[in-house]
């Protein structure tokens, strides 16, 4: 079975500076990977996803994700960090069995943004 | 409008009650699921359904039940409700195609008493 870690569950950064949130993933086949933010009382929305046409996704609200197939991570980037960005993100990877998407989530990593 | 509505966004009740949580979508999508959110654990799937005729146990199915009442609508029960089922419940769509992302609503807020 895949599963997903995700490396800190809190991450602190002063605004403008690099947001990495790590994901580290396991499967025994090339996966399917996703990033997904919730913002305070809301859902889950896809910041981006990795279907293997390109190693380096870029995502919504300047987020970057490098698929690494020898370290086995997606880890999430951003250049410089916003206020706006604070909010817990989840990485997921999708394995397809039985004509089913299952998405198997890490724990999460809540990001915090301070002046 | 949402594409994937939930109701209600926060509910309290106390032991042993009965609960209904209701999920609609306009997505025009088959699939369908159910999941709780509980702090540290990331979601973990309770219910999904390909299709009104076609529903599944997910990974912590026990103490819950759904219903699809039509392709657009899907609710989950818990029959009796007990305390450790206090959690952040959201309801997905999906695409049927192979590896799509899912959709999801705003989430429920049960806290049982």
């Known amino acids: 079975a895949q599963s997903v870690t995700q490396l800190g569950s809190h991450v602190s950064v002063s605004e403008g500076a690099l947001v990495l949130l790590r994901c580290n993933y396991s499967?025994?086949?090339?996966?399917?990977l996703f990033w997904y933010v919730q913002y305070p009382n809301q859902g889950l929305q896809l910041l981006l996803k990795y279907t293997s046409a390109a190693t380096l996704v870029k995502g919504i609200n300047g987020f970057e994700a490098e698929f690494k197939k020898s370290e086995t991570s997606f880890h999430l980037t951003k250049p410089s960090a916003h206020m706006s960005d604070a909010a817990e993100y989840f990485c997921?990877?999708?394995?397809?069995?039985?004509?089913?998407?299952?998405?198997?989530f890490g724990a999460g990593t809540r990001l915090a943004v301070h002046p | 409008d949402a594409d994937v509505t939930q109701t209600p966004r926060n509910r309290i009740t106390k032991t042993g009650k009965r609960i209904m949580l209701e999920c609609s979508q306009t997505?025009?999508?088959?699939?369908m699921y159910w999941y709780r959110q509980d702090p540290g654990l990331g979601l973990r799937l309770i219910y999904y359904?390909?299709?009104?005729?076609?529903?599944n146990k997910g990974e912590i199915s026990d103490g819950y039940s759904v219903s699809r009442q039509a392709q657009a609508k899907f609710s989950l029960s818990l029959e009796s409700a007990i305390p450790n089922q206090t959690a952040l419940y959201f309801c997905?769509?999906?695409?049927?195609?192979?590896?799509?992302?899912?959709?999801f609503g705003d989430g429920t807020r049960l806290s049982i008493l």
């Open positions: 359904s390909f299709d009104v005729k076609d529903i």
């Open positions: 997905a769509t999906s695409d049927p195609r192979q590896n799509q992302p899912q959709h």
């Open positions: 997921a990877v999708s394995e397809f069995s039985g004509g089913y998407n299952k998405l198997i």
């Open positions: 997505k025009g999508h088959d699939r």
């Open positions: 499967s025994s086949v090339p996966p399917y």
